[in-house]
């Protein structure tokens, strides 16, 4: 190119970006625009999920059952839990199968960012997107046992109710639950490594305060809407009432759950977005 020819060459824009200032809201929006890279970021999630495994994908149905297996013998059998007129192993898996996609979708959202430090510090794009696919992720492995479960109801001849349409948004309460606190987390997580040693310590507490292994009939009637502050007992109860059936629909405690995850999704999503702009210079 000749000196004259440079000179005529029109100017690329620049386009400069700066990290946001002060409490702004998370543009979904863009999160929305990077929706190629969230699936790629969900797709990879699953391919090395089970990597290298002996079991691979089997352990998606090992896991949920030997719990199934422990809380039938200890709750079931010898500590004489009700179960709500239902056989102790359908009513204990029941409640294993949202426990466990949320109890992932926590455990790999709380480390996403902090597995994901070269892209951070490479390349910008949507931080966001990181916690929500790995949440995401764990359909996988909710779908198989979903399929186990169905195969659990039938042999003990336990039919679903006509309310079994309503298992999605059930199942969108507990991928929703889990975003809510891995936000919180995952951003507390690059400045503070210790939550990923506290995280097993608080999922198995949470575990004992939710319904999976008990339910929440045996809770007395007026702590009942204090205790469905703790989101997955709306999550529980409802996908026991829509599978099950043999308990009534639970309004307050879904109505607590739903204003409790709100509450934590909105207040996480602030957090994660005033903080993500120091996520490469700390990580």
């Known amino acids: ?16 970006i700066q990290p946001a200032a002060g409490w702004v ?19 990879r999630e699953v391919k090395i999920r089970y990597k290298q495994t002996a079991l691979g994908v089997a352990w998606a149905i090992v896991q949920p059952m030997l719990a199934m297996a422990v809380f039938s013998i200890f709750f079931g059998r010898l500590g004489h839990i009700p179960s709500d007129g ?3 192993p359908v009513f204990a898996f029941s409640a294993l199968v949202p426990w466990q996609l949320f109890a992932f979708g926590l455990t790999e ?21 990181m916690p ?13 046992s979903l399929v186990v479960l169905v195969g659990l109801m039938a042999y003990y001849r336990v039919a679903p109710t006509p309310a079994v349409w309503t298992l999605p948004g059930w199942t969108l309460l507990a ?3 889990a975003l809510a606190v891995g936000v919180w987390l995952s951003a507390l997580n690059v400045r503070y490594r210790d939550v990923r040693y506290t995280l097993p310590f608080v999922t198995q507490i949470w575990l004992l305060a939710t319904p999976v292994a008990y339910p929440t009939s045996i809770v007395p009637e007026r702590w009942r809407s ?18 099950l059936g043999r308990t009534p629909a639970p309004p307050v405690t879904v109505a607590v759950s739903c204003l409790a995850v709100g509450l934590i999704l909105a207040g996480g999503l602030f957090y994660f977005r005033r903080t993500e702009r120091t996520f490469a210079d700390v990580i």
Do not use: H, I
């Not at 809201?25 to 969900?42: D, S």
């Not at 959202?109 to 997107?129: E, G």
């Not at 204090?226 to 599978?243: E, H, I, S, T």
């Open 25 to 43: 809201p998370v543009r979904l929006a863009e999160v929305w625009e990077f929706r190629e890279l969230l699936f790629f970021l969900v797709w």
């Open 175 to 177: 991928l929703t639950t």
């Open 226 to 243: 204090l205790y469905a502050l703790n989101p997955m007992v709306g999550v529980v109860d409802g996908f026991r009432w829509a599978l």
């Open 1 to 16: 190119m000749t000196p004259a020819s440079a000179a005529r060459a029109p100017e690329l824009p620049v386009l400069t």
């Open 109 to 129: 959202s709380t480390n996403s960012v902090v597995a994901n430090q070269r892209l951070v510090t490479k390349v910008y794009f949507p931080r966001l997107t």
């Open 132 to 144: 929500m696919a790995a949440v995401a992720a764990g359909l996988v492995d909710f779908c198989l």
């Open 86 to 88: 239902l056989p102790y």
